[in-house]
């Protein structure tokens, strides 16, 4: 099974913060990579797939690069509603594995 | 619009069985394949597997073969997620999510709700 890994898993940041979360696969996995934002007691919701492609209605302050085995998803300017846990998972290859998150909350 | 909404919340005993649905609304329920994913409490997003909703063909992931089912009931566009002999480890929120699969790169753009199984004597 292909192995992700996120870093950091966890941040604390201030509104208006630029914020750069990074995914790495064990092996390459071309631009399958998808991420995830998941607010505490809610289901995960899609935010970038295929690496760098924008789900409709998700803020252009996300942004998503990266192919092979690296990857970044970047929060611009970081907005009260963005403080969550975000997911990377890959869809390469079944099993479709999930990054262990990183939870960015509150400075 | 696309909607999955997934059954109410369960408690059961150790040993015992649940059953779990995820009815599908809003588009042609065969053409898109099924997937779930569990999260124990405070932990990460772990993939189960998927079911192939035009073949009925379950996929599971290492660690959910055996005492986990996927199936279907097409005729109400419902996948269900069936766990047998459970285990207090099992106790977590288990979601269904759909693929879509865009220039050959799957995503999950819809999910379920999350129901919440306790195993608890």
């Known amino acids: 099974d292909i192995q992700m890994t996120q870093s950091p898993s966890s941040l604390s940041a201030s509104v208006g913060d630029r914020v750069t979360i990074t995914c790495r696969a064990s092996q390459s996995i071309s631009s399958c990579l998808n991420w995830y934002q998941q607010k505490p007691g809610k289901a995960p919701k899609l935010l970038i797939y295929?690496?760098?492609n924008f789900q409709s209605g998700v803020p252009s302050r996300f942004s998503g690069t990266g192919s092979g085995t690296d990857f970044t998803l970047t929060i611009s300017s970081l907005q009260p509603e963005d403080f969550a846990t975000y997911y990377c998972?890959?869809?390469?290859?079944?099993?479709?594995?999930f990054g262990p998150g990183t939870k960015v909350d509150i400075k | 619009q696309v909607q999955l909404v997934q059954s109410g919340s369960e408690l059961k005993k150790p040993g015992a069985s649940v059953k779990v649905s995820c009815r599908a609304s809003?588009?042609?329920?065969?053409?898109?394949?099924m997937n779930w994913v569990r999260q124990a409490p405070g932990q990460g997003l772990e993939y189960m597997g998927w079911?192939?909703?035009?073949?009925?063909?379950?996929t599971y992931a290492q660690g959910f073969t055996g005492r986990f089912v996927f199936s279907l009931d097409t005729s109400v566009s419902t996948a269900y997620l069936q766990i047998d002999s459970l285990e207090a480890e099992d106790t977590a929120v288990y979601y269904c999510?759909?693929?879509?699969?865009?220039?050959?790169?799957?995503?999950?753009?819809?999910w379920g709700q999350g129901t919440l199984v306790t195993v608890s004597s």
């Open positions: 079911i192939n909703t035009n073949t009925g063909n379950p």
């Open positions: 809003g588009y042609i329920f065969s053409t898109y394949a």
């Open positions: 999510a759909r693929s879509t699969v865009v220039r050959e790169v799957a995503h999950f753009g819809y």
């Open positions: 295929a690496a760098s």
């Open positions: 998972q890959q869809t390469f290859t079944s099993p479709f594995t």
